[in-house]
């Protein structure tokens, strides 16, 4: 099986995470020109009902999977292995089944009363078939981390983006003279059929590389498998609370939002458009680079555990302070583009204005969020998995107390849910921060800071510079993109010069051997 090192399995994963987040801003765009904000509104209130459900059947497996496995090849143990898979694969299996039936007859229920509307119980309902294959999915995920081998899920996640963004233009099409709840579902169908194609993928990888037989003396293996199973939970209980926090919040917000946005003197469609144009206008621009910083958390959890076991602690914290800077560096071009040019920004890729000023607001607070993944994936290698579940829990307290008491003013409304969100991102991230730092893993990165605020300074005047030449009565395509290549190659000019990015980093990896060939 091919293993790539620390930096190689990041690139792999980063360039994955460059084409599905570029194909799913694609599948987004479709999804909101055909059903507009109110579709996507009704889309994204069944999606956190979804995302509860698939944290609660993984129950944290990928993360706990990724670590025993490691450890286990370190040492060549390969029946430790099969036994870490098939304990997982009887955990999330079991768990799928449960969610899959309940989610199905509480669909309605859920539609009715707690999203306040209706229509969202079509989506709900069409989504269902997907908690059983990423139960699936996540125990071969965390395989793959584990051997340190990120090819097949970089690839499988490409697949899955090109299925659905194919399938997506002719469901939501064909659904839409229905009505735009039919839309909607056929918008999740097309998530769960690029799901299925996706497992498809990985399983005929997983088995033409696991070199043993999961099927023989199976029973066995599983009888022998309650040790096994206490050393996946040490790491998957903490792991699954911090996700199952963030899911539970995720699940109440549109909840909440609802009914405060009710308070505030909204209508139901009026109040689900609203919601639609933050979830699904707003924070997928806000998301989109996180694609790097997902794919150095999913890379620092072996890495920082290989050294942590061997005492390296000035690795430890190299590897911290280098997925800060790569976060900050990927996120820092998109945050000065979104402040200097909202409206232009979203009139050009979904046709609206809409949620401007709430994308300007937040795009610099997101540049925690970016750091957000890697400290956390950083506490969940160093076993410290549950401050990290207790930061999370008093960010999505906090979250809550501040949506609940802006959101229902009729002088903030859908503003005091985007002030609320970015509230929970700069308490769940300075907490993290905190723990590292009372610890003694690393020391508060201040150099980094001050390189990075006049790197994005300079950047930022630059670009206000540039909006005089910007016509803003007709909003160019070719102007607004113009303008975001002259400031990323000044960007990433500075970058160099301060160090941000270094040339060491660039020139370790090894390009004549670097590809997807399996």
Known sequence: MSKQTFLQGALILVMAGLVTRLL????????????????????????????????????????????????????????????????????????????????FFLSPVAAHYFLTDERAVYPLLAVTPIIPIIAISSVIRGYFQGRQNMKPQAISQVIEQVVRISTVIFLTKWLMPYGVEYAAAGAMAAVVLGEFISLIYMMRHFNLQKGFRLRKSWKNQISKGKQTFNELMSIALPTTGSRFIGSLTY????????????????????????????????????????????????????????????????????????????????????????MIFPAAVLLTIYGTSSGAFMLQFMAPIFLLHYIQTPLQASLQALDMARPAMWNTLIGAVIKFLVLVSLSSQPEFGIHGVAIAISTGVVVVTLLHMAVLIRHRVFKLPVQLMVKFIVVTGLTGALGYALKLFFISGSHSVVALMSIAVILTVFYLTLLFISRLLTKEEWNMIPWNRFSFKR
């Open 24 to 103: 799913g801003f694609i599948n987004r765009i479709v999804v909101a020109r055909v059903m507009g904000a109110e579709g996507v509104g009704l889309y994204m209130m069944a999606l956190p009902t979804l995302i509860l459900a698939m944290t609660i059947t993984q129950f944290g497996l990928p993360v706990a999977i990724s670590k025993r496995v490691s450890e286990a090849e370190a040492s060549g143990d390969e029946k430790k292995i099969k036994r870490i898979l098939m304990v997982s694969l009887l955990i999330t299996g079991s768990l799928s089944i449960v969610f899959t039936i309940g989610l």
């Open 251 to 338: 699940f109440f917000e549109p909840i909440l939002v609802a009914q405060s946005l009710a308070i505030a003197g909204l209508a139901v469609a009026e109040s689900t458009k609203q919601y639609g144009e933050l979830t699904g206008y707003v924070l997928p621009l806000l998301f989109l680079p996180t694609f790097l910083t997902h794919a150095l958390a999913v890379s620092l959890v072996p890495a920082i555990s290989e050294a942590g076991a061997k005492g390296h602690k000035s690795t430890i914290q190299y590897r911290i302070l280098q997925a800060i800077r790569l976060s900050l560096a990927s996120g820092g071009v998109m945050t000065i583009i979104f």
